[in-house]
């Protein structure tokens, strides 16, 4: 009798303890814990320092105050870093992805090598909007868009590859706009063609405005077009859609500019635990209205702008419903991660 009521209480105690430690968990379930954010972009770009400012500022917004930390995953526009976060890294709910939004094109155009379904994610949110641009030189004599079609040389356009917005961008515009454009691709990174830019090595870039910001703001560059947007700071930028009356030509900017509304989506693998989804995705929510954080990314040039993770699903349901019609079109021309 004597060792069943000896039993009975180590057997309490224990329960006791592990009520304790849910407890804890419940309460701090990043306590102690290190998240890293994966990005597949080198340094110096816009996801990377988007990357390094969430790094900053995440954690005191989630339970337990977790370490954030950012590693650099650069290959094939981000699919390298994809695909080890989709099939690779332990679903545990402490690594994340912060990726090219127009990686769901890869997806819409069947590219070999990304085993990435976008529809499995699971969409935390993006607090920026993006607008693309394409700019040149400040000092070179064009002051439209169009005056393009006239250049001569062709304008060299600095580019890291396909399926990124330095290239594709300005392969819509060469096609539809009927610009003469040569498209230089290979480079690193965004850092790597600002440098050639000011080193006049090239004439062109394109790419986000948040990217594109501090280089317009100090006269290196002079923006020529956009993509549809109502961010102030380009109100008297032309629109590409704008300047093209074809039905398809208009449907295959529209599509192409779609992702911009997701911005740049912070995701997490199929399998992580849904009560961290549920808390990474109530962190970001905070995220948008914390002053520190919007002062510093609004620094940097980011719009921010709060897109809840479940809206950044259905944009990329969106694209990859589109009209098989539209998408033989933008596929003649557009290629990702090659």
Not at 30 to 52: I, S
Not at 200 to 210: F, P
Not at 326 to 331: H, L, Q
Request: proline share 7%.
């Amino acid at each position: 009798m004597r060792a069943v009521r000896f039993s009975a209480r180590v057997l309490l105690a224990a329960l006791v303890c592990v009520a304790v430690a849910l407890g804890a968990f419940a309460q701090a379930p990043f306590a102690g814990k290190t998240v890293t954010v994966l990005v597949g972009n080198p340094p110096g770009g816009g996801y990377d320092r988007l990357a390094r400012v969430l790094a900053r500022h995440l954690g005191r917004h989630l339970p337990g105050s977790p370490t954030v930390v950012v590693q650099n995953m650069p290959g094939a526009a981000g699919i390298v870093a994809a695909n080890h976060l989709y099939n690779v890294a332990r679903p545990d709910g402490l690594t994340l992805g912060l990726f090219n939004q127009n990686m769901v094109f890869g997806q819409l155009l069947g590219v070999e090598g990304l085993r990435v379904d976008m529809r499995r994610w699971q969409w935390i949110g993006s607090l920026t909007r993006e607008t693309d641009v394409f700019a040149v030189r400040a000092e070179l004599p064009y002051r439209h868009i169009l005056d393009l079609r006239r250049a001569d040389p062709p304008v060299a356009v600095g580019a890291t590859a396909p399926g990124s917005g330095s290239y594709d961008f300005p392969l819509v515009l060469k096609a539809f706009l009927r610009l003469n454009l040569r498209i230089v691709s290979g480079y690193p990174g965004r850092s790597d063609i600002m440098l050639a830019i000011e080193r006049k090595e090239l004439d062109g870039v394109a790419g986000s405005w948040s990217s594109m910001t501090s280089f317009a703001q100090r006269g290196l560059v002079r923006v020529l077009v956009k993509t549809p947007s109502d961010n102030p700071d380009l109100g008297s930028v032309p629109s590409d859609v704008d300047l093209v009356a074809e039905p398809t030509a208009k449907a295959v900017l529209q599509l192409h500019a779609v992702p911009n509304r997701i911005g740049r989506p912070l995701v997490a693998p199929p399998g992580a635990p849904a009560e961290l989804v549920r808390l990474y995705r109530e962190a970001f929510r905070r995220l948008a209205e914390d002053a520190a954080f919007r002062q510093e990314a609004e620094r940097l040039g980011f719009e921010v702008v709060y897109t809840p993770g479940e809206a950044c699903l259905r944009i990329v349901e969106e694209v990859l419903a589109s009209p098989p019609a539209v998408v033989r079109v933008f596929k003649s021309f557009f290629r990702f991660g090659e």
